[in-house]
């Protein structure tokens, strides 16, 4: 269930298929610019949601999943993004706040 979810929601960026242990996810990266990644992706993790469990065991049962490559690959391509964005915002606001308690700071004198 893990490697559907994160096909459907992260499979842009092969988030699954490091999950499941695949070095080939590079692939993913690399032109996950293009949307194809994530078409693709997309219709794996319904697939893989809708595999049963013995053929699912079959196929990737043998394999251990690459859970630290992928909370290091999605700190990577969401975590940090997120925290530049808002750094962008809020350190602007800031500074703009501080400008105008030292005008009061001034006027008030």
Known sequence: MAAGLLAIFLGGFGIHRFYLGQWWGLFYLLFCWTGIPGLIS??????FLCTSDERWLDKYGHKNG????????ILFFVVIPVIGIL?????PAY??????????QLESR
């Open 87 to 91: 750094a962008a915002v809020s350190i």
């Open 42 to 47: 997309f219709i794996e993790g319904i697939v």
């Open 66 to 73: 690459g859970s630290a490559l992928v909370l290091v690959l």
């Open 95 to 104: 500074q703009d706040y501080v400008e105008r308690v030292q005008l009061q």
